[in-house]
C-alpha cells in the first residue's frame, strides 16, 4: 500500500507518500510566511496555487515510486479557500491516478501519527497548533476532547501577540527566541477553569504592557510561562481524571523546548511518560495525512463517486467516528 497525500488546511501546502507500515517514502513542503503582519486567507490559498505542482512533483520524486494505491487529502477543519485548492488538487491527482480518494480530518491525523511518530499507546493528547489548543483522549471510539482553549487558540495568540511587536508570521519561534533573553517574570492573568483554558486576556494585557514600554524579551519570557504552566496544570488534571500514563504534545507549539520541558517535569514528578513528535512532524504535513488515509482506506471512494466527497472547514475531533484499529 503506498499513499500520496495533500495537506493544504492553513499555512502549508505538502505532499508526501507513505507505505503501509507508516514508512514516510517522502515528505515536501512549502509554507506561507510573512515579515510583517499574519496570514490573509485568499493570499494563502493563491501561495497554494502556485507551489503545488513543484511540490506534488518534488514528494513524487523523493518517494522513487510510480505505482500509487490511495490519494489521501485533509478536508476538515481548516481556512475554507485554502480547503478548496486541496480538494481540486487532490481529486485532480486521484483522476491522474485512477485510484480511491479519502478525505480526512486534519486535527485527528495530528492524533494518530503522533502515535505512529513516538510509539505511545494511548496517551492524553496535548495538541497545541495555530488554531487549536485541546487536551484530548480516545474515550469511547472517539476522541474526546476533556479541556480547550475558551477563546482564541495558543497559536494564534502568540502569532497576534508577535505581530503587535513587529515580529512576521508564524511569531512561535521568535517568541521562543527573545523568551529566552527575558530577566524579569511578569505577571499575567492566569485563567484556568477545570481543564480549560482562556486566553484573550492575556494577550490584551501583554500588549498593553507592551505599550507602555515593557521589553519584548521579559513579555515573552512571562508570557511563554505562564501560558505554558496554564497547560500544564490542565494536563496534569487530564492525566489523573482519565488515570493515563502517557502525555503526547502535538502541533505546531510542540516545537517550542521550553513547553516540552515543563511538560517533561510535570509528567516526572506524577511517573508518567511524556512523548513529543520530532520538530519534522510537530507542525502542518502531509505525512500524517496520509497515514490517516491509509487507516481508513476502506473509506475511500473510487473516481466516477468523487462527487460525493466535500470539504468541511468546521469538523471538530470529537465528531470523527474513531472506525480504525
Ligand atoms: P500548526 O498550526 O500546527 O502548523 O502550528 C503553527 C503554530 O505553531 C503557529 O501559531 C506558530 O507560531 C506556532 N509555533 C511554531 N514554532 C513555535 C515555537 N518554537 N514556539 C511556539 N510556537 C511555535
Ligand atoms: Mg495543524
Request: glycine content about 10%; proline content about 3%; some cysteine.
Amino acid at each position: 500500500m503506498k499513499c500520496i497525500a495533500i495537506e493544504s488546511t492553513a499555512h502549508t501546502f505538502g505532499c508526501s507518500v507513505v507505505d503501509g507500515d507508516g514508512n514516510v517514502l517522502s515528505d515536501v513542503r512549502d509554507a506561507y510566511k510573512t515579515d510583517k503582519g499574519g496570514m490573509i486567507p485568499m493570499d494563502v490559498a493563491k501561495h497554494h496555487v502556485e507551489v503545488k505542482d513543484k511540490v506534488i512533483g518534488g514528494a513524487i520524486e523523493q518517494s522513487g515510486q510510480k505505482k500509487f494505491d490511495l490519494v489521501s487529502f485533509s478536508c476538515s477543519p481548516g481556512i475554507p479557500p485554502c480547503l478548496k485548492v486541496g480538494i481540486k488538487t487532490a481529486k485532480e491527482l486521484a483522476r491522474k491516478l485512477n485510484v480511491p480518494l479519502i478525505g480526512v480530518n486534519h486535527c485527528v491525523s495530528h492524533l494518530t501519527s503522533g502515535l505512529l511518530f513516538t510509539g505511545a499507546g494511548d496517551p492524553v493528547f496535548l495538541f497545541c497548533s495555530g488554531a487549536n489548543t485541546q487536551i484530548v483522549g480516545l474515550e469511547g471510539g472517539k476522541y474526546r476532547i476533556f479541556g480547550e482553549a475558551i477563546s482564541i487558540a495558543i497559536g494564534n495568540m502568540l502569532d497576534k501577540f508577535g505581530r503587535e511587536i513587529g515580529f512576521g508570521f508564524p511569531a512561535g519561534p521568535k517568541i521562543e527566541e527573545y523568551a529566552k533573553k527575558g530577566k524579569n517574570f511578569i505577571e499575567l492573568p492566569y485563567v484556568v477553569k477545570g481543564m480549560d483554558i482562556e486566553l484573550s486576556g492575556i494577550l490584551t494585557k501583554a500588549i498593553q504592557l507592551y505599550r507602555n514600554g515593557v521589553s519584548k524579551e521579559d513579555l515573552c519570557y512571562s508570557l511563554q510561562e505562564t501560558v505554558f504552566a496554564m497547560l500544564a496544570e490542565t494536563s496534569e488534571r487530564a492525566l489523573a481524571h482519565t488515570g493515563k500514563k502517557e502525555l503526547l504534545l502535538i502541533g505546531g507549539v510542540a516545537a517550542n523546548k521550553r513547553f516540552g520541558e515543563m511538560l517533561n517535569n510535570m509528567c516526572e514528578e506524577r511517573g508518567a511518560k511524556f512523548f513529543t513528535v520530532s520538530l519534522k512532524y510537530s507542525a502542518d504535513n502531509a505525512a500524517m495525512i496520509a497515514w490517516q488515509g491509509i487507516l481508513e482506506r476502506d473509506f475511500a471512494v473510487k473516481p466516477k463517486d468523487f462527487d460525493s466527497i466535500d470539504i468541511n472547514p468546521r469538523q471538530r475531533t470529537d465528531q470523527v467516528e474513531v472506525s480504525w484499529k
